[in-house]
């Protein structure tokens, strides 16, 4: 009778039955709780230097993305550490120092001061990317399989794709320039590099030469500081580029025209669509291709199709990977329920 006198009450007032929790937790994964520091400073984050205010609710739609954001990561971060993946000290202490070296310590401070981060943040920040890349790799990248089967079916169902009508140019880019980022834009990069001026965008592209010119990998220095966000991530992979493409600026046409493929162009000034500078690159020439159809057993054609596959495989899986693991989560989204009750009134 207790028992039935406790459960009639709890229907009574679900509400009072329910958990509660302070102002300032927003949500909590399995318990944990997800802060309303940690949500506002990732918002700051998102809007940048924008001296345009979002309204209310454009505010509140950044806020319900960011809370996604945590929690998708908290989800990601409790299965690494069940399987023992998380990022060790050390991972974090290289990110650190690969991050700090275009700068002096100076300089350094000042980039995270004007991110709205401490040196803890960023620790935090890098020990959760580089957590989630451990995890993905282990429970989804390395159990991608892509056969010759697979490599042969794409190419018969997209031959036209590979006759190529005019030469093509295989370039990757890294991209300095002083333009703000958009409030949306979240990171461009590995490292959150961005220059604020155009002496730092000079700066930081010439100290990037100088690490090229010494031998470090093209495509690690672009995910972790090219500025170019649709790139970056790829190594500052820009693709098969057409030569009459590259005649739109000759002075790219020329200096690619005096490389080797493996090489790099010299520092270059970036236009917008107004001819005005607003930044630096470097390119760098991976492959040329004359005009002409390319066969199946070329392997340029094959390494080209098994990117693709493997790149659309993997974001695939990953999202039905993090759906399985939401599926499994205890979660509450506070801030959520608090922005439906209010508008429902």
């Known amino acids: 009778m207790a028992f039935i006198g406790v459960a009639a009450l709890c229907l009574v007032g679900v509400a009072g039955c329910r958990r509660t929790h302070g102002p300032e937790v927003m949500a ?8 309303r520091s940690e949500v506002e400073q990732l918002y700051q984050s998102n809007l940048g230097d924008s001296q345009q205010q979002p309204s209310k609710e454009q505010g509140d739609i950044v806020r319900l993305n960011v809370i996604r954001q945590l929690i998708d990561e908290e989800i ?6 069940k399987l023992n993946l998380t990022a060790t000290d050390e991972d974090v202490e290289n990110q650190i120092n690969e991050l700090k070296a275009p700068y ?7 980039r995270l001061t004007d991110k709205h981060l401490t040196l803890d943040d960023l620790k935090r920040q890098i020990r959760r990317s580089k ?7 282990k429970e989804i990248n390395s159990k991608i399989n892509i056969t010759d089967a697979d490599i042969a079916a794409y190419y018969n169902a997209h031959k036209a794709e590979f006759n190529l009508i005019e030469p093509m140019y295989h370039l990757a880019q890294i991209m300095v ?20 001026n155009d002496a730092d965008a000079k700066k930081k592209i010439e100290t990037l030469h100088n690490r090229l010119e010494s031998g470090e990998d093209f495509g690690l220095l672009a995910q972790n500081f090219s500025e170019r966000p649709d790139t970056s991530s790829n190594g500052g992979d820009m693709g098969f580029v057409p030569e009459s493409q590259l005649h739109a600026s000759p002075d ?7 490389i080797k493929p493996g090489q790099i162009t010299e520092i270059m000034p970036v236009f917008d669509n107004q001819h005005k500078q607003v930044g630096y690159q470097i390119l760098k020439l991976i492959d040329k291709q004359a005009a002409g159809q390319r066969e199946l057993n070329d392997p340029r054609v094959q390494q080209t199709i098994r990117g693709q596959l493997r790149d659309a495989r993997s974001q695939l899986l990953r999202n039905a990977y993090l759906e399985m693991l939401r599926d499994e989560a205890r979660v509450e989204n506070f801030f959520a329920e608090e922005i439906f009750k209010n508008g429902a009134q």
């Not at 990601?76 to 550490?81: D, I, P, Q, V």
Request: charged share 20%.
């Open 76 to 81: 990601l971060m409790e299965r690494a550490a």
């Open 28 to 35: 909590t994964v399995n318990g944990k709780p997800i802060m």
């Open 104 to 110: 002096t310590q100076e300089e350094f401070n000042k």
């Open 252 to 258: 790219v046409y020329n200096a690619i025209g005096k």
């Open 131 to 137: 957590t989630e890349d451990k995890l993905l790799n």
């Open 177 to 196: 320039t002083s333009i703000p980022l958009p409030p949306q834009q979240q990171s461009i990069n590995l490292q959150n590099s961005k220059a604020t």
